[in-house]
């Protein structure tokens, strides 16, 4: 069973940047697809970015897609999302989420494991 922790929220003026982290322990991050999900208070949970275990393709969400980086280090057993130029509407709990040797999807069904998420607001 792996466990996920988020962390590196914050409050951070728009046009600003944040670089989550999501570190992993009792298995090989890098055995597993990893994603970054958002969540704003009323709304449905939303995909941001998603990590493929094998050969690291990844895909984005359109509203963040030129401004978010999802990235790995296995050495580290950490996955990251470095945010930049964020937008007041970025804000939101992140939460990442992983599945063994899953296929490079959005879906929140895909995934088996969670975090519980960090903080992040983006001040206009």
């Known amino acids: 069973q792996v466990q996920l922790v988020e962390s590196g929220g914050g409050l951070v003026q728009a046009g600003g940047s944040l670089r989550l982290s999501c570190a992993a322990s009792?298995?090989?991050?890098?055995?597993?697809?990893v994603g970054w999900f958002r969540q704003v208070p009323g709304k449905e949970r939303e995909s941001v970015a998603v990590?493929?275990?094998?050969?690291?393709?990844?895909v984005y969400a359109d509203s963040v897609k030129g401004r978010f980086t999802i990235s790995r280090d296995n050495a580290k057993n950490t996955v990251y999302l470095q945010m930049n130029s964020l937008k007041p509407e970025d804000t939101g709990d992140y939460y990442c989420?992983?599945?063994?040797?899953?296929?490079?999807?959005?879906?929140?069904?895909?995934?088996?494991?969670w975090g519980r998420g960090t903080q992040v607001t983006v001040s206009s």
């Open positions: 990590i493929w275990w094998l050969g690291g393709s990844s």
């Open positions: 989420a992983a599945r063994y040797h899953g296929a490079l999807k959005t879906a929140i069904a895909e995934f088996e494991h």
């Open positions: 009792g298995r090989t991050l890098s055995t597993y697809t």
